[in-house]
Each structure stands twice: as structure tokens, then as C-alpha cells.
């Protein structure tokens, strides 16, 4: 039997999967200790968990346990990547290189930069989504310490060219930070293969908890330093001081377990249920997909309904489907989406734009519902407007 309200919007925040919770209990009651309690089993049990997931985390994204900052999420992290590295390399430059689509923990962690007398670059990208890389490119002086690009955008699940970026870098002898909150857990992200020095992770994207997430650090080739932006007891070598989150990094290891051990399965059957869903709302006249479809994460479509307004769509159905018009950090406001808008929209259908992304407990039931659903939401409100325009 089908359970309303249908959940479409995992790119703002997945459920906690069982399996994590259950990890999760037994460090909120018996297991309490202060992992930085160096001298009592208390705090050893503490730690030893605390090591166990940063093992998990790391080998998700083909990285040393070392190279992992555990954080309050991907917000922090962001302003970690971006201060720190600000910081620590003033005496090389001060120009970082960003694109427009990126998230606002990036962008407006670019403009504080620039309050601090920094230069940022911020790339155009073209009609897909994707930035250019002769732009990118040109866009390096001297001065360039940092190239701040995410790995697949939140709003249009559009990936990046992650590996010529990164080439781009080394070749200049850039660091190459990258936003991977919304493609850790559901692609291969290796940060090897892919030459990535820096990358921000959240435990709530990959059905984990809320409230923690991680920086990876690159520790050879090259050895990535940072200014810490939070100073204190000096927890994690120094770079993010406070009390660390024991329960909360304990389910995101077990998230970032799960996640491996179920990509391959997941990233199959979400494709397909994403793909059933994209089709047939394109069957509807003047429909069509923001961003690349061959560059795109396999859960995530967002869609551009031309004779109507986006909110006006959620109104009808938001009681019974749960989907986004733009990104969630924004939606209070209903200023069009600044991702849609860098891509050539207008703001009119930028307004008229759905994101919807199916997760790890989406039923193909769930999905023939919120075509038949939105079809006839649809066709209501465009005979609404053609009656109101005669
Ligand atoms: N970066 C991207 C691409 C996101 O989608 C989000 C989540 O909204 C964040 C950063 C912020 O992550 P957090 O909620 O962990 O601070």
C-alpha cells in the first residue's frame, strides 16, 4: 500500500537508514566517554569508534583515515576548505577561482573573501550546467591559490569535468577543492583517480545523521596545509578543535559503509525509477530537463514546466509529494534559483522548474504516483491560465 506523503527530496536531506541508528544507540547511553579522554575506557571506546568510521568515511572516497576532518557538515567544511586554504597560502596569492552554480556555502564563503581583501573568480557555466575548461583556464594568474568547484551540483545533479579540472590545477600548481556532498556516496569518487586535494562531505546527504560531516585533506602529492577556522583544544591535528561528536561520526562511518557496499545496486535501480519518472513528465507539452542529462548524477532531474508557476505546482501537491523548486537552503525565499538562472533561464521558467531526486527507499509505486500526480496537477493549472488569459 502506498504511504503519503511521498518523500522526492533526498538531495536536501536523506532519511537516516535503520542500520545507522541502530550503530548509532549504543554511543548516546552506554558508550559516552569524550574520545579525547586519554585515560580511561571510557574515552578508549570513544576513540577506537571514532577510528573505526574514519576508516569507513576514508575508504568511500579512496582516501588515508589520516586525511579525514570530521566536521558539524558540509557547511563548515566548505568555509574550512576555502578560509583555510585562504589563509595558509596568503603568502603565495589571494585569487580563488569559483563557478556561478555553485552552493551558497561556497559562494558566499567567496564573498567574505572578498571582504577580506581576496579576489574571486566566479566562472560562468553554459546552458548545460557546465563550466568551460579553456575559461578555467585563463582564468589562473599567479596569484591563484585555489580552485573551488563542486563535484555534482545539489540542484540539477549536473557532475563537473572533476578530472580535467584537476589536471588543470596540478598543472599550474593550484589545489583543487572540491563540493562533494551531493556525489560522495552516490557515484565513485575517488580522489586519486579523480586529483582532488581538498573535498567536503555530509553524513545527511548519504542517509547518516544531520550535524556532522567531514573535509578530506590530501596529505602527499601534494601535502595540502590549512589554517584551522575554529581554534581551541586542538582535536582533529589541529584543524577543527571541539568535542567530537562520537554518536553522530559513528553513523556517518556506518552511512559511508552502507553507501560502498550498495552504490553499484542503488545507482541501477535509481537510474531506472528517475529515468521512468523523466519520461513521462516529458510527455507533457513544453517540458524539458535543466542541465546535462549525460552529466548527471543517475537520481536527480530537474525539470522546466513551461506554462506554469513551480510554486503554484507544490501548492497543489506538496501535502502528498515532497519535492524542491531550487534548492532547499534558498526555497524560503522565492527569488528564482541562482543555478538555473547562471544556465540561461529566465526567471519566469526558473519559477516554473522541479527538482526531484528519489533515494534509497523510493518504491517504483511512489514514482507512478507522482507522475499521475503531477500530470494532472499540470493540465489543471495550465487550463487555469489559458481560461484566466481568454
Ligand atoms: N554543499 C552542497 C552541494 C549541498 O547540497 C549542501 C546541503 O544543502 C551543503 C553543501 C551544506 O551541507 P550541510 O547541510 O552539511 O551544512
Keep these: 500500500m502506498l504511504k503519503l506523503p511521498v518523500y522526492l527530496d533526498n538531495n536536501a536531506t536523506t532519511p537516516c537508514d535503520d542500520r545507522v541508528v541502530e550503530a548509532m544507540l549504543p554511543y548516546f547511553t552506554r558508550h559516552y566517554g569524550n574520545a579525547a579522554s586519554r585515560n580511561h575506557p571510557f574515552g578508549w571506546t570513544a576513540e577506537e569508534a571514532v577510528d573505526i568510521a574514519r576508516e569507513q568515511v576514508a575508504r568511500l572516497i579512496g582516501a588515508d583515515p589520516k586525511e579525514i576532518v570530521f566536521t558539524s557538515g558540509a557547511t563548515e567544511a566548505d568555509n574550512l ?9 596568503a603568502a603565495k596569492g589571494n585569487h580563488i577561482i569559483t563557478a556561478a552554480t555553485e552552493h551558497k556555502a561556497v559562494l558566499d564563503t567567496c564573498k567574505h573573501i572578498e571582504q577580506l581583501g581576496g579576489e574571486v573568480t566566479i566562472l560562468p557555466v553554459d546552458a548545460d550546467g557546465l563550466i568551460n575548461l579553456e575559461a578555467l583556464e ?15 551540483n545539489n540542484e540539477t545533479g549536473v557532475l563537473q569535468p572533476i578530472k580535467q579540472i584537476s589536471a588543470l590545477a596540478r598543472k599550474q600548481g593550484v589545489l583543487f577543492f572540491t563540493d562533494g556532498v551531493q556525489a560522495a556516496g552516490k557515484i565513485p569518487v575517488d580522489v586519486n583517480e579523480d586529483g582532488i586535494d581538498l573535498m567536503a562531505l555530509t553524513a545527511h546527504k548519504m542517509y547518516g545523521p544531520k550535524g556532522v560531516g567531514a573535509l578530506y585533506v590530501r596529505r602527499k602529492n601534494p601535502r595540502v596545509k590549512l589554517s584551522a577556522q575554529i581554534d581551541g583544544g ?129 518504491t517504483p509505486e511512489e514514482i507512478d504516483y507522482t507522475i499521475e500526480r503531477v500530470i494532472n496537477t499540470f493540465k489543471k493549472l495550465v487550463a487555469l491560465n489559458s481560461a484566466w488569459r481568454t
Design 81 to 89: 576548505a576555502i578560509k583555510g586554504v585562504f589563509e595558509m597560502y
Design 234 to 362: 586542538g582535536h582533529e591535528r589541529g584543524l577543527r578543535s571541539g568535542t567530537l561528536n562520537v554518536p553522530g561520526i559513528v553513523g556517518f562511518g556506518k552511512a559511508a559503509e552502507l553507501a560502498l557496499s550498495l552504490m553499484k545496486e542503488e545507482m541501477v535501480r535509481l537510474a531506472h525509477l528517475r529515468n521512468r519518472l523523466e519520461n513521462a513528465l516529458l510527455t507533457l507539452e513544453q517540458t524539458s530537463v535543466n542541465g546535462s542529462r549525460a552529466h548527471r548524477l543517475p537520481h536527480v532531474t530537474n525539470i522546466a514546466f513551461k506554462h506554469i508557476e513551480g510554486e503554484a505546482m507544490i501548492m497543489g501537491i506538496n501535502k502528498d509529494i515532497a519535492l524542491s523548486s531550487g534548492s532547499a537552503c534558498t526555497s524560503a525565499s522565492l527569488n528564482p534559483s541562482h543555478v538555473l538562472i547562471a544556465m540561461g533561464l529566465d526567471e519566469t521558467l526558473a519559477h516554473g522548474s522541479l527538482r526531484f531526486s528519489p533515494g534509497r527507499f523510493t
Design 138 to 152: 585563463a582564468a589562473i594568474t599567479p596569484a591563484t591559490v585555489l580552485i573551488a568547484i563542486m563535484y555534482a
